[in-house]
């Protein structure tokens, strides 16, 4: 090949022209790796196809991959029919991803020729000799398939009854013709599928029409191989076929990108709903399985959606048909978007996949699909659906899909409309023909017996009373023209829905992209460590109705990639679709005047249909340029000879190299040099699937061609990939590189043994770093989070972003444990696994597995009572899981008991324990699955093991409405045998999520269980007596009290007195709880853990003022004002998280540094407490003295003016200190103290209430003289802080409440 011809490559419409067949030298190979049955009869067998001819030899950018265009060309390898078989050609297309992610189309016509090579023959009617000899009986003679049985198969209308002709048909070599499938082949740059499939169509019409063509065949595929080039971005272009010219046309770059598979065909397969529930697990980067008999319609529905993601890019892999000799690659560990071609008579339960965890698997033949659980909706997807809809109806396309409408009669008006194409008279039909036509074109009936007819060699007359004349060629082409035009526009219109959408969701992202780095090289040497996207800021931006599906949406790959892309137009030429997309953007500010710019869930449709439609309409109408039409080239005396029916053997030499002299032969696309940019740019990056580091090629060729611009001058030096997609074996990853990402397609050309194990090895290492990475990013996360509560830095994290990690994190162990899997049982392979090892080893329990002590053994009270331990292990965790009757399936088993494993710090721990059964492992898995990896296993188990450090509630905040056991203890301090009361005890117990209500303790009795629906994190403990029998004073230090399925253990702290006559009088207490940390003999990763959240570790817990242990325990001035500003702060902090966020405000009201707390310390600074005989005072006391004073001011009235207000605060204070009063509940004086506290702040009372407590003349005889109430700066210090907690609206829980009236 010239080297003129080299350079024209990157501008022309066509790379190749290949023809694949029967390699008549070496005869029939039985093709092995497509798996079909030898128990079929030879007809039905698939044999081993070879690449015959392809022109030119080879591209320098492009290499020619024989293998992979072959199997590509040919999945199921060589068909062979007789003359009693259906020989319709069929078309479909393919793609090959190379590794730098460019693609390559390739688009094929399929065709049958006659074979004329004896060997064949005799070898094919040995096979068949052969086979009738081993299943005697089971193959019936062609002369014994009755009309009737023709007949009623073909009343079946459908291609599975058409095939079972082939069933009963024979092969003699002395009676039947035989032919074998031929595959005529264009490989190009650009996805222009409708032009390429007409040139092709008129290729084989050439061939198999009567008349030789008007040139030589090798003067089309020369011309359309040199000569004719890409139209430029804008415009159309004209070339010419064998007998009519084809037209294809290109957006301009401010248009949608290229996209030429019918939208319309997608639709009717799928139908809008299945479409868009599709379209939203392909956004989620799940593993998407397409299913059909049809290459064309998995190709179609394929490129159909990923056409839709603008302005995002599939980074995962993508092999829209999958050979069957590929079939292990759907054991990839990593998102993938894949087409299987489904055989004859499977159904979908006799379809065996190595992973359904997060599959999404879409039948299209029988217009159905199976989503993964804990699928969110996609954003206004009702209104979504309406709006596609509409747009359908407009071209009379029924949104629910046309799948099962009659295909009969479309099927036999192809098989007619066939016979006009290849009637070797170029579509001029005479006599019978043309009566047949006719007859066809009014009959359905007629329809079925003309099949009759054409099989037995009957004729058909001309039927006078069906007259008419036939439609002119011309007339014909127009409306062909006119089809296509309207298909080309609904193109546009739904993808135009598809955009808006996208613009509107993300129409502020920019606000939210984070510019850290100076230059380029910074940021590509620092991309691991940077966040690029503020995520809970811009979650925190979006409509409540948004965040299911935006909060998984912002960690795929292929958002990080459009962020990075972002990011690095600072340096370089914007990447085409962000060009698009942001520019789409600014023409929505233009028309929108709403400043600032927030979302809203307000559905708003495309505006821009029409004006969209236009454009390409215009193109179509008024063609921009037109191509060097076909000419006859310098070919030999005898060359190019015609024979009727066969493809001929192309001349090699005229075909080897264009012509010299083309104007545009040596102008290449100058977006050349940005993939070049961007190669080198990724081989400095840390790539990763969860981080989402800037991804590396992910130009398709397509975009990295769409900026050729007609009259530019001669381009830099072309510099070639830096390996061909052939010379590297099934490349998924390189070293700087995701796995995901890479995996493109795979490599077609080398199958064997060690290749396979590569490529295996190299999904380990890819699962191994994401493990990494999002355990990594769970750490950080949720530790900047703890830092935020302990009064460090900004938070980065919320409960929504939280969850979805884990979720991630469940997604990933789901894949792990189905990599290189031997037999697949259920839906997950994790709960298979486990339970396997649970029928195993669960007899053995006792004795073979040590038990897990969670809550560690703590210093035994006075009494000698304390929590008893919880043995749990791997079997008790899964039994929790299977008693859960709200989880209905093995996949959401498997993720609930990671959440519970999880929350338990033994998720590690557990795996390996799991793990440690490798006769188990080896039964299970083959010798290249991650699992079986030893070094690596180990590693896993370390990343899972640092997750230990922090706090998780995975399991108790996602499984909310299941009956969970809880253990409660009554720890008493022995004092005057006061452990035992004879009372009847009572406990409530309360939490996030609700409350157990009052349960009645048995008497001598300190430990009871109890079931009650989840209460989350539990926050109050009421507890209390009736104060009967003779023991009934009780010393209560604390109650204790477990959840028996998460190990989560409470303590709520009392040390107070319980009866009357003794301490405040409380025959009740309401009482803080704190989550309690295990710190005994417990493993390093259990020490590790941060405080929790409820306290900062510099403070010990404060002793109640009145309790018995805290009379000589008094803080200072100081640090009295010190814990009313940390209260405060808490409270202030507590409200700027999102409201999901929150937590328990009753403990930063009423806990150990709560703002009771704090107050109750400001109101007994000073206070004289202590009287004769050592009869306590307290502060209630001085407020129902105050009360009484002010009531009694109130009576005898006041001479002074201006006390209205005064006596309105009064009144309201003294309405709010008797309705406590008077409350049924036995609440003691530091109780009622607590309550007015908070019912003051709920209120907004409190900075009234404190100066008329401070003007109290009772104030000088119950305080000294140097107490903070006293203080006049002091007290106005307080009411100035307290101003801040005044302007949030608190909500008391209900056990701080129940039982006041106001």
Known sequence: MSATGLGTAPCRFAHYF?????????????????????????????????????????????????????????????????????RESQFHSYLITREDGSRTYGFVLTFYEEVTSKQICTAMQTLYQMHHAEHSGSVCASSSCSMDSLASSLDEGDATSLNKLHCCSSYNMSRDTLYVSKALCLITPLPFMQACRKFLTQLHRAVSSQQPPPLPLESYIHNILYEVP?????????????????????????????????????????????????????????????????????????????????????????????????????????????????????????????????????????????????????????????????????????????????????????????????????????????????????????????????????????????????????????????????????????????????????????????????DLESWLTNREQMHNFDKASFLSDQPEPYLPFLSHFIETQMFATFIDNKIMSQWEDKEPLLKVFDSRIEKMRLYNVRIPNLCSSNYQKSTILKESAQSIEQRLM???????????????????????GFFPKLQADVLAAGPTNNKWASRTGTAQRRKDRLRQHSEHLGLDNDLREQVEGCLVLQNSMAFWEWDQGPPPPIRPPKKSFSACCLKYMQEAR????????????????????????????????????????????????????????????????????????????????????????????????????????????????????????????????????????????????????????????????????????????????????????????????????????????????????????????????????????????????????????????????????????????????????????????QIGHDNSGLLAKWLVDCVMVRNEITGHTYKFPCGRWLGKGVDDGSLERILIGELIIPCADEDLSKQCRTPPLQRSPAQTRRISITSPAGRNSKPNAVQIQEAIGEAVNNIVKHFHKPEKERGSLTILLCGENGLVSALEQFFHHGFKSSRIFQKNVFVWDFIEKAVAYFEMTDQIGDTVEGMESFRSMCKIFCHYVNAINVTPRNIGKDGKLQFLVCLGARDHLLLQWIPLLVECPLITTMYEEYALLRDHLMVNSLIRVLQTVHEFNITLESSLVKGITL
């Open 738 to 1021: 995701s796995l995901g990402k890479n995996l493109r397609q795979p490599k077609l050309s080398d199958l064997s043994p060690a290749v396979i194990a590569q490529t295996n090895w190299k999904f380990v290492e890819g699962l191994l770093k994401e493990c990494r990475m999002k355990t990594k990013r769970m750490l950080v996360e949720k530790m900047g989070r703890e830092a935020v509560e302990l009064g460090h830095g900004e938070a980065n994290i919320t409960g929504l972003e939280e969850n979805t990690l884990i979720a991630s994190l469940c997604d990933l162990m789901e894949r792990i444990w189905s990599h290189g899997l031997q037999v697949k049982q259920g839906k997950s392979a994790l709960w298979s696994h486990l339970l396997q090892y649970q029928e195993r080893e669960e007899k053995l329990e006792q004795t073979a597995v040590s038990p897990v002590l969670l809550g560690p053994e703590r210093r035994k009270s006075e009494t000698g009572l304390t929590m008893p331990f919880l043995r749990v292990s791997l079997f008790q965790d899964m039994r929790h899981i299977q008693n859960v009757s709200e989880i209905k399936t093995d996949v959401g088993r498997a993720r609930g008991w990671i959440r519970l494993s999880l929350e338990k710090k033994l998720l590690s721990q557990h795996l390996k324990q799991l793990l440690s059964n490798q006769a188990l492992t080896k039964k299970l898995y083959k010798r290249y699955a991650f699992l079986r990896c030893e070094e690596e296993k180990e590693q896993f188990l370390y990343h899972l093991l640092t997750l230990n450090t922090v706090d998780y509630f995975c399991f108790t905040s996602v499984f909310t409405t299941i009956m969970i056991p809880y253990r409660a203890v009554i720890i008493p301090i022995k004092k005057l045998s006061n452990a035992i009361t004879t009372s009847n005890p009572w406990v409530s117990v309360s939490g996030e999520l609700g409350d157990s209500g009052v349960m009645q303790i048995p008497k001598n009795l300190l430990e009871m269980t109890f079931d009650c629906q989840n209460l989350g994190k539990l926050t109050t403990a």
């Open 230 to 518: 890409l139209p430029p971005p804008g415009r159309s272009l004209k070339f010419h076929g064998v007998y009519e010219p084809i037209v294809c046309q290109r957006p301009s770059p401010s248009e949608l990108p290229l996209a030429d598979y019918s939208l319309k065909q997608v639709f009717e397969l799928l139908g809008v709903e299945n479409l868009v529930q599709v379209f939203t697990c392909v956004l989620l980067e799940m593993q998407i399985l397409l299913y059909s008999q049809d290459y064309q319609r998995l190709m179609t529905v394929a490129e159909g959606i990923t056409t839709l993601l603008f302005p995002f890019q599939w980074q995962h892999v993508y092999v829209p048909i999958l050979p069957a000799s590929l079939l292990h690659f759907l054991d990839a560990p990593v998102p993938y978007l894949m087409g299987l071609q489904s055989k004859e008579g499977t159904d979908r339960s006799k379809l065996e996949l190595p992973q359904e965890a997060n599959l999404c698997f879409v039948d299209i033949d029988n217009h159905f699909i199976e989503l993964p659980e804990d699928f969110p909706q996609f954003p206004n997807k009702l209104e979504f659906i309406q709006e596609i809809s509409a747009v359908l109806l407009q071209f009379g396309i029924p949104p629910e899909g046309s799948l099962h409408s009659s295909e009969s009669t479309t099927q036999l008006k192809s098989l007619a409309l066939h016979d006009l194409v290849s009637d070797k008279k170029n579509g001029n039909l005479p006599g019978d023909a043309l009566a047949v036509f006719e007859l066809l074109q009014g009959n359905a009936t007629l329809e079925r017996l003309q099949a009759l007819a054409k099989r037995t060699g009957v004729t058909v007359g001309r039927v006078p009373t069906l007259g008419g004349n036939m439609v002119k060629e011309k007339d014909g082409r127009l409306q062909c023209e006119e089809e296509e035009l309207r298909d080309a526009t609904l193109n546009v219109q739904v993808r135009e829905v598809f955009a808006n959408r996208f613009s509107q969701m993300f129409a502020d992202y920019e606000a939210f992209v984070i510019q850290s780095a100076t």
């Open 18 to 86: 290949v023809v694949c067949g029967i390699d008549t030298e070496t005869g029939l190979e039985p093709d092995e790796l497509a798996g079909e049955n030898f128990e079929q009869s030879p007809l039905r067998r698939t044999f081993k196809s070879k690449v015959l001819a392809h022109f030119p030899e080879t591209i320098e950018w492009n290499p020619f991959d024989q293998d992979a265009v072959n199997m590509l060309c040919m999945p199921k390898g060589l068909s062979f029919r007789t003359q009693v078989d259906n």
């Open 622 to 644: 008024k063609i921009d340029h037109t191509a060097v039409h076909p000419h006859l080239l310098d070919m030999k005396i005898g060359q190019g000879k015609y024979e009727q």
